[in-house]
């Protein structure tokens, strides 16, 4: 890696399900730096723990063992309410079925992780909404929105308030190759060519060349892959 500071500092972090009266390991005893500004890809087969990895990234879960450190914070350490204030500050998450509130507006669902965080982000909310093409559609409800717009709209609201990491959970899983490539491309255009740091799980080849790093979950353990000058075709799943 570079001389940039690591954002993301995951050590012996280990999941399981229960299986039965067995434990099943999903990830054991992962160790991971990832560094601010990075694009780093996440790759594996379904069910191979992608998922998991990036809920507990984001906090939207909780390891069995391990420490995960976040822009400085181990946040295996927070309760409950300081994880979800840590991760209002810190993270914006995109979701493969967009994740949209059906009840309000476009904007409302831009502008609603920042209002309850006490800001005003009226004025954001057109600006991001303007930047994904989809200025016009502020009023409407998502149900009203194709697949491909609803995905802008989540992008839109994981960057409302700009924050430091950027977690993707198969973006364009949901969508067709075309709409998928636009889609990838704004969100490169809006997360790492300002560099904020992206962390995207996807079984999209064609986005191992873009990354800085690709990684693969095998058998409960994070596998570097390699860097975009390496040969990639063997190793896509
Ligand atoms: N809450 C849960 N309870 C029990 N098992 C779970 C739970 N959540 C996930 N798993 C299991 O953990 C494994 C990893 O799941 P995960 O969703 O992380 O995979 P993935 O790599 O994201 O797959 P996909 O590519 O299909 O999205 C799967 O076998 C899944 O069944
Ligand atoms: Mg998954």
Not at 13 to 37: F, N, Q, T
Not at 58 to 83: A, K, Q, V, W, Y
Request: aromatic share 4%; glycine share 8%; with cysteine.
């Amino acid at each position: 890696m570079n001389e940039k500071r690591a954002l993301v500092q995951i050590r012996h972090l280990s999941k399981g399900y229960a299986e039965g009266s067995r434990a099943r390991p999903i990830l054991a005893d992962v160790d991971l730096d990832i560094a601010e500004g990075e694009f780093f890809v996440l790759l594996g087969k379904s069910g191979s723990g992608k998922s998991t990895l990036l809920n507990l990234i984001s906090g939207i879960d909780t390891p069995d063992s391990g420490s995960l450190m976040i822009d400085g914070t181990d946040i295996t350490t927070l309760s409950e309410r300081e994880l979800t204030l840590f991760r209002r500050d810190h993270i914006g998450i995109i979701f493969q079925f967009f994740n949209l509130i059906p009840t309000l507006t476009v904007r409302e669902n831009i502008t609603l992780p920042v209002e309850l965080r006490g800001g005003s982000a009226d004025q954001r909310a057109l600006e991001l909404l303007e930047r994904v093409g989809l200025r016009d559609r502020a009023e409407a409800y998502p149900d009203r929105l194709s697949g491909g717009e609803q995905q802008r709209i989540a992008i839109a609201r994981a960057l409302a308030q700009d924050p430091a990491i950027i977690i993707a959970d198969e973006p364009t899983g949901n969508l067709d190759e075309e709409t998928g490539q636009q889609i990838l491309r704004l969100l490169l255009e809006l997360t790492r060519d300002v560099g904020r740091t992206l962390i995207m799980a996807t079984h999209n080849p064609e986005i191992v060349p873009l990354a800085d790093r690709v990684c693969r979950i095998h058998e409960s353990k994070l596998v570097i892959t390699l860097r975009e000058s390496q040969p990639v075709k063997e190793l896509i799943l």
